[in-house]
Each structure stands twice: as C-alpha cells, then as structure tokens.
C-alpha cells in the first residue's frame, strides 16, 4: 500500500509539473472557438489511444489509482471533462485523504463551467490539504481559496474576506487577489 502512494505522489508530481504550464494557460490564453474546436476533436482522437489503454488496464484493476490518474489527466488533455470529473471522484473514493483529486476535480468541473461543484470541490481540497503538505500546496491553496472568495464575494462578503486574505496569504503575488481584496475591503 505504501509503494501506491509514493507512486500517487510521483504521479501528482509530474502531473503538476507538465498541467501547471496549461492550467496557467488555460486561465488566462483566449482562443478561437472555431481553431479550439478542431484541436478539442482532434486532441480526443488522438488521445482514444492512450484513455482505451488505461481504461483495459482499470479495468483488471480498478482500485489501480496510478493509473486512474493518469486517465483522469488523458481526459483532462482531450478536454473530456465530465469523464475526467467522474475519474477523479473515482481516485478521491479510493483515496479520500488525497487533496490533489480534489483540486482537479475542481479543476475540470471549472472548466466545464460548472461553477457550484467547482467552489465545492476546491473547499474540499483545502480542508484535505494536510499541514506538513500546506508550504509544497502554497499557489493551489492560494488559487482555491481565491476562487471560494470570488465565488463567495456577493452572498457572504465575510467569508469571501476570510478567503482571500488567506489566497494573498499563500501568494501575495496574484494581482487577481490582490485586487479582489481592495475591491472587497472598500
């Protein structure tokens, strides 16, 4: 059991460091429906490949949360959210402890505009993030609780106060949050 969560991790990981750059991306590129369409198609094509393998593989196995990750990341990259959605509930069943399927859970659900589940799901992650996670979690702990306070800014303004003064907290950086915060202090 101990070797699956090391690998969980190693897979976190790397999905960290090669999703990072496109969820960056994914939040602040414009793009052309008509070009976004014919790459969404072709990206699902291409990737049928690699989601049927895994999909064989989970189902010898379907406790096998390595591979599961890597599912939920093949139908996150063909922009197939709702299967990348109910893959990472799948992982987050097996493994309810483990805050990174909460954050991509919100992640896909925030991009199938799915704003209600999204919030949801990125409160989830920050109550599962553990404290001797929280310093290597600091930008996807400050991303979540700015989303919750945006979310938040009209029906509870307190709580949407709370929420972004812990977001500049972890990343005093994001100017999003930052101006969010003055525009909610004022």
């Known amino acids: 059991m101990k070797m699956t969560k090391i690998n969980i991790k190693n897979v976190f990981l ?3 460091l090669v999703g990072s750059t496109g969820f960056v991306n994914a939040q602040t590129t414009q793009t052309d429906t008509a070009n976004s369409t014919t790459t969404t198609a072709a990206t699902a094509q291409s990737g049928n490949a690699t989601i ?12 096998d949360t390595e591979s599961l990750a890597k599912l939920a990341t093949a139908y996150q990259e063909a922009s197939d959210w709702a299967n990348a959605v109910d893959t990472w509930k799948k992982i987050s069943a097996l493994l309810p402890d483990w805050a990174p399927s909460y ?8 991009a ?3 704003d209600a589940n999204a919030k949801l ?13 929280v310093e290597q979690n600091k930008k996807n702990l400050a991303y979540a609780y700015f989303y919750v306070a945006f979310a938040e800014q009209q029906s509870d303004p307190a709580k949407a106060k709370e929420h972004i003064a ?6 005093p950086t994001n100017q999003d949050a930052v101006k969010l ?3 909610l202090n004022s």
């Open 52 to 63: 049927d393998g895994l999909k064989k593989q989970i189902e010898t196995n379907p406790k």
């Open 112 to 114: 199938a505009k799915d």
């Open 181 to 183: 915060s003055k525009a």
């Open 166 to 171: 812990k977001s500049i907290q972890y990343d």
């Open 103 to 110: 954050y991509s859970q919100a992640y896909a659900y925030q």
């Open 121 to 133: 799901s990125y409160e989830k992650y920050i109550a599962t993030v553990k404290p001797e996670e």
């Open 14 to 16: 790397g999905l960290i």
